[in-house]
């Protein structure tokens, strides 16, 4: 992790020396919200951001953080941004949802299952989904990760999708692909929740399974609630840097320039942190917990499935356009 951070530190002394330091006389200071722990991934690469960001501008912005979710959930964000109480957020693409629907295309299950795909697609689709959340008006400073995804459970193997028949799933509130997800499987009501709903149903076993990265597992508590994990990747998780536009376009040309171009550094340093740390995770994962690995039978069982999700899912939840866009990338 010091490496990495390291190497972030370099990238953002290059940019320190393309252009000269501005003065200002008062300090600008953003808010920025995050459902991650201080000391989390995330954590230690928004506090060097944190640092760029001050050194850049000679201390005429400062990126204040919200950690473990103390500005409430994405959604709860999402909103503040909107009225002007928060001015940016680390979101995943549930939030980033909340602003431009279609973003999710990129987390339609079974479609993207390694990073060079989900690149491809992501940077080839970028400018559209940048200028959509520019309309609503935000700006992405930097594209994320959130992990490969993975089926976790407690107390029994979740082989193929029959598995899950009658077991007590969930959905992040707002996600409209899980839910159709379990409607194609059949015989589940998932439950909705909230992410900081998750660690109590887990702990109360009103939930024993759930579809997640095995970096947010574990940073966020829920694999110390379970045992099994299916070693096949259901999905990528995606996120982003997201800022009010207003907030933004009202910094100073340079200080404005330093947030940009320090944000896709930091979003760069997060994708090769994150993924790294994902793999680790997903290591010790298996390591403790019973790990089943599908056999080519239950994989076409899978694939089954999330082929009537995705057919389901377009046009009437997602644009037919991005939605075919995002199946034609993938191939």
């Known amino acids: 992790m010091f490496?990495?951070?390291?190497?972030?530190?370099?990238?953002?002394?290059?940019?320190?020396?393309?252009?000269?330091?501005p003065a200002h006389a008062d300090t600008v200071t953003l808010n920025v919200g995050t459902l991650a722990p201080a000391e989390s991934p995330w954590g230690k690469v928004f506090k060097v951001w944190k640092k760029a960001v001050n050194l850049r501008t000679s201390g005429a912005v400062?990126?204040?953080?919200?950690?473990?979710?103390?500005?409430?959930?994405?959604?709860?964000?999402?909103?503040?941004?909107r009225t002007g109480q928060l001015d940016g957020a680390a979101v995943t693409a549930f939030g980033l949802s909340m602003v431009y629907k279609d973003v999710l295309v990129l987390q339609l299950p079974g479609l993207f299952r390694d990073w060079a795909k989900l690149d491809s697609?992501?940077?080839?689709?970028?400018?559209?989904?940048?200028?959509?959340?520019?309309?609503?008006?935000?700006?992405?400073?930097g594209w994320g990760d959130a992990g490969m995804a993975h089926i976790m459970s407690k107390g029994f193997d979740v082989k193929t999708p029959e598995d899950l028949k009658h077991k007590s799933t969930c959905f992040i509130q707002g996600d409209p692909v899980e839910p159709m997800?379990?409607?194609?499987?059949g015989d589940i009501t998932p439950r909705?929740?909230?992410?900081?709903?998750?660690?109590?149903?887990?702990?109360?076993?009103?939930?024993?399974?759930v579809n997640t990265s095995s970096i947010a597992a574990e940073q966020l508590q829920w694999a110390s609630?379970?045992?099994?994990?299916?070693?096949?990747?259901?999905?990528?998780?995606?996120?982003?840097?997201?800022?009010?536009?207003?907030?933004?376009?009202?910094?100073?040309a340079d200080a404005q320039t330093a947030v940009m171009e320090s944000g896709r550094a930091a979003g760069e340093a997060l994708t090769g942190n994150i993924r790294a740390e994902d793999a680790a995770a997903f290591a010790r994962l298996k390591a403790r917990m019973v790990a089943y690995d599908p056999t080519p039978t239950d994989m076409a069982a899978w694939e089954k499935v999330f082929a009537e999700t995705r057919a389901r899912l377009r046009g009437a939840?997602?644009?037919?356009?991005?939605?075919d866009e995002a199946i034609r990338l993938a191939q």
């Not at 909705?192 to 399974?209: D, G, R, Y």
């Not at 609630?225 to 910094?251: C, Q, Y």
């Not at 997602?318 to 939605?323: K, L, M």
């Open 225 to 252: 609630r379970l045992d099994h994990v299916n070693t096949s990747v259901t999905g990528i998780a995606i996120g982003a840097l997201l800022f009010a536009s207003p907030k933004i376009n009202a910094l100073p």
């Open 192 to 209: 909705q929740c909230a992410f900081a709903e998750i660690l109590p149903n887990l702990t109360a076993n009103t939930i024993n399974v």
């Open 62 to 81: 400062d990126l204040n953080f919200f950690w473990n979710g103390q500005q409430g959930d994405e959604g709860a964000m999402i909103g503040k941004m």
């Open 181 to 185: 997800f379990y409607s194609v499987v």
């Open 3 to 21: 490496r990495r951070c390291l190497a972030f530190l370099l990238v953002v002394g290059a940019l320190f020396a393309a252009s000269p330091r």
């Open 317 to 323: 939840t997602f644009n037919a356009q991005a939605f």
């Open 121 to 141: 697609a992501r940077n080839a689709m970028r400018p559209r989904l940048d200028a959509e959340f520019e309309k609503q008006g935000f700006k992405v400073l």
